[in-house]
């Protein structure tokens, strides 16, 4: 972590279904180390909010005081240089312990605090975006981002499986797998139709897909162009995979069709232990003794939802 960083303090907020609570809180261990069992998290990780489709909006700290009058005299010496800019004030939900402050406060608390800065207010297309919460009789000012639902665009594509992991899934399960890219290779050795490798690939992970079967493959290389995205998907068996890789993201075969037997699954994870140093599995089968034979220590684990569809989620190293 530099140091700019360390310096830095960032506030989270989180929205997510109540089916999807493990799935959220082992991508935030992922990025964080550590897990919050509120709908907020404080770190000094900075990440950008789109990656996660549970984080709604980030705020860089600048100031925390315990009072909005002390955070109006504060704002007085903020530098902006002549770009417009707006404040909004996060607390529009319960955060944490903290109530929600009604509509109208929030209102007020951002004109008042809007009113202290030395810059050009646009309320409709503001340069800079300034937030302001309240947690726990504190309040915090700093610069504000807006979680993009970047997952969302990616459910229409030219192919799909009905068993496919949804975006939202393959998104949280591509963060769990890489957290911090930087000088991070991933391999995704079943990736069938590309799910977890458009998310990835959309992240800026370095990451490649492969798949047996030749049409699986071209589905997945037509899905990865149509976004307008770039990423090697090869044809083949894991066994023949030589490289080597940071982490492997292993969904295992489960449909109809592909349905694999223990045998199979058995040989996917011995040859995941080969070629990667840490393996993310997806299965919808208790598997932790094939985990263990093959030579891996489960770091963390959850269960996340699809209907009645129960999977699990295993960080194995």
């Not at 799935?23 to 900075?46: A, G, P, V, W």
């Not at 009072?67 to 004030?89: A, H, P, R």
């Not at 008042?112 to 409709?124: A, F, K, M, R, V």
Request: with cysteine; aromatic share 8%.
């Amino acid at each position: 972590m530099s140091n700019e960083q360390n310096k830095s303090k960032f506030i989270y907020t989180y929205v997510h279904h109540v089916d999807e609570y493990d799935l959220c809180r082992m991508e935030m261990r992922s990025f964080f180390s550590l897990d919050s069992q509120s709908n907020y998290i404080i770190s000094n990780i900075k990440i950008d909010p789109s990656r996660s489709p549970f984080i709604q909006e980030r705020l860089e700290v600048l100031y925390e005081e315990n009072s909005v009058e002390n955070i109006k005299t504060l704002v007085k010496d903020l530098n902006i240089n002549e770009v417009t800019f707006k404040v909004v004030c996060l607390n529009s939900m319960d955060i944490g312990e903290t109530k929600k402050v009604p509509h109208s406060e929030r209102r007020l608390i951002e004109r008042e605090i809007g009113l202290c800065i030395d810059g050009e207010p646009d309320l409709n297309h503001p340069e800079i975006v300034f937030g302001l919460i309240l947690i726990d009789g504190i309040w915090y000012f700093g610069k504000y981002m807006k979680s993009e639902s970047i997952w969302l665009k990616h459910l229409h594509k030219p192919n799909s499986y009905s068993t496919a992991l949804s975006t939202r899934v393959a998104r949280a399960v591509a963060n769990i797998a890489v957290p911090h890219p930087q000088n991070i290779r991933a391999i995704d050795p079943c990736c069938g139709i590309g799910t977890v490798v458009i998310e990835a690939l959309s992240m800026g992970i370095n990451i490649e897909g492969r798949d047996l079967y030749y049409n699986v493959c071209k589905g997945a290389r037509e899905n990865i162009t149509y976004f307008g995205l770039t990423g090697k998907i090869t044809v083949g068996p894991i066994a023949e995979v030589t490289e080597h890789y940071d982490v492997a993201i292993i969904d295992l075969p489960y449909n109809l069709f592909t349905h694999s037997s223990p045998e199979d699954q058995f040989d996917i994870i011995k040859h995941a232990r080969r070629i990667a140093d840490k393996v993310i599995v997806v299965t919808i089968e208790t598997i932790d003794d094939m985990i263990e034979d093959a030579g891996f220590i489960i770091k963390d684990r959850c269960v996340t939802k699809k209907q009645s569809f129960l999977r699990q989620i295993l960080l194995c190293e």
